[in-house]
């Protein structure tokens, strides 16, 4: 079945990069999503990608798409505190509208 | 707009209690879903809806059942509770279409003891 994998924490100082990586299964998946929970919310969508692209920016994200490898990351640039959060991967099975969720990455920011 | 409401934020039931968890959008969302969040992971799918009347099986439906008489609630039941069941439980909606993002509720911690 469709799966979807994610490292469980990272690490960084405030201003700079964060890259949380993520592999998926569903070769199908025709939208890749970003959302980001912060502590007792529920997710909110951040950004996400078209699976016929391989890279989109929005201000201070950058995700890159890897299709043959099946690989998804998120970039942050100039990692602020308010950036501590954990950031969940996502993937549309089989093009239906229901997401398949990773674990979560944790993103520490120090300052 | 109040977006996706979720009542109760905190409950703890017993063994064997039912419970309804209610689920309430104002933006006349079609789609709407319940996931369930386990300590440390991703959220899987318990059940969704595609309108008011129409639901279907996500991933982990079982001990649950949902109904969807209007376009506005989406209420998930618990008829038997079980400490499996304690988790976090988030309801989500969206309009038509796979690049509509998920608006999501800032979920239920139901405790099962």
């Known amino acids: 079945g469709e799966d979807v994998e994610q490292s469980l924490f990272l690490s960084v100082r405030e201003g700079d990069s964060s890259v949380i990586n993520c592999t998926y299964t569903?070769?199908?998946?025709?939208?890749l999503y970003w959302y980001k929970q912060e502590p007792g919310a529920g997710l909110q969508l951040l950004t996400y990608?078209?699976?016929?692209?391989d890279m989109k920016q929005d201000q201070r994200l950058t995700v890159l798409l890897n299709k043959k490898d099946k690989h998804l990351s998120l970039r942050i640039a100039d990692t602020q505190t308010g950036d501590s959060a954990i950031y969940f991967c996502a993937e549309d099975a089989g093009n239906t509208g229901k997401l398949i969720f990773g674990q979560g990455t944790t993103l520490q920011v120090k300052p | 707009n109040a977006g996706v409401t979720q009542t109760p934020k905190f409950r703890i039931l017993k063994i064997g209690q039912s419970m309804t968890l209610q689920c309430t959008q104002d933006?006349?969302?079609?789609?709407m879903y319940w996931y369930r969040q386990d300590p440390g992971m991703g959220l899987k799918l318990i059940y969704y809806?595609?309108?008011?009347?129409?639901?279907d099986k996500g991933e982990v439906p079982n001990g649950y059942n949902v109904s969807r008489s209007t376009t506005e609630d989406f209420p998930l039941r618990l008829e038997l509770a079980a400490p499996s069941q304690t988790s976090v439980y988030f309801c989500?909606?969206?309009?038509?279409?796979?690049?509509?993002?998920?608006?999501f509720g800032d979920g239920t911690r139901l405790s099962i003891l």
């Open positions: 989500a909606s969206s309009t038509q279409g796979a690049d509509q993002p998920q608006h």
């Open positions: 569903d070769s199908s998946s025709t939208y």
């Open positions: 990608i078209f699976s016929n692209m």
């Open positions: 933006m006349n969302h079609n789609y």
């Open positions: 809806s595609v309108g008011a009347g129409i639901t």
